[in-house]
């Protein structure tokens, strides 16, 4: 396979694990591109390599930025802004964690707290019913969340360490 084709199977497949992640093909694309430019890239780069618009190409830049995945670089000289990705990929790992758990799970909690509240007769059946649920949902989520939060603690081998031992 050569140099452009594995290029661009790398940018659409990142691409695609993107839309996993809770962000666009295009956040992705992007990304990915950064990832693996060896030297920062200015937005009309950006915009040739992955046929994209000014507007969308700004803006999915400014995500990138808001999610702490992406760094603008000035050069000296240079009026145009350069950005990088960061290229430790645990780095992002954490950081893409981080920011799913503070999009998602923080305020999924927040509702189902706000659930738990809910008045009524507590002796009815149905009320009762949406309570348990809400309590279990509750549950659950706050575990994963307790999870995720100690794996954005953990360094690289501590992380690698703790998932083998959930394997054997």
Not at 49 to 65: A, F, H, P
Not at 117 to 141: F, M, P, R, Y
């Amino acid at each position: 396979m050569k140099y452009n084709e594995a290029k661009d199977k790398f940018i659409q497949t990142w691409g695609t694990l993107g839309s996993s992640w809770g962000i666009s093909r295009t956040m992705a694309q992007v990304h990915a591109l950064l990832l693996i430019s060896p030297e920062s890239l200015c937005t009309e780069e950006v915009m040739e390599e992955l046929k994209i618009s000014r507007g969308n190409c700004n803006m999915t830049i400014r995500d990138l930025m808001d999610w702490g995945l992406v760094y603008k670089e000035l050069k000296a000289g240079e009026r145009r802004e350069f950005f990088r990705a960061e290229k430790d990929i645990w780095k992002v790992a954490k950081q893409i964690i981080k920011e799913r758990r503070k999009r998602e799970i923080e305020p999924v909690l927040g509702v189902l707290e706000e659930l738990k509240q809910v008045e009524g007769n507590k002796t009815d059946k149905k009320h009762k019913a949406l309570v348990d649920a809400v309590t279990n949902i509750e549950s659950v989520v706050e575990k994963a969340d307790f999870a995720l939060e100690k794996a954005i603690k953990l360094d690289e081998n501590a992380l690698i360490g703790t998932l083998f031992k959930l394997f054997k």
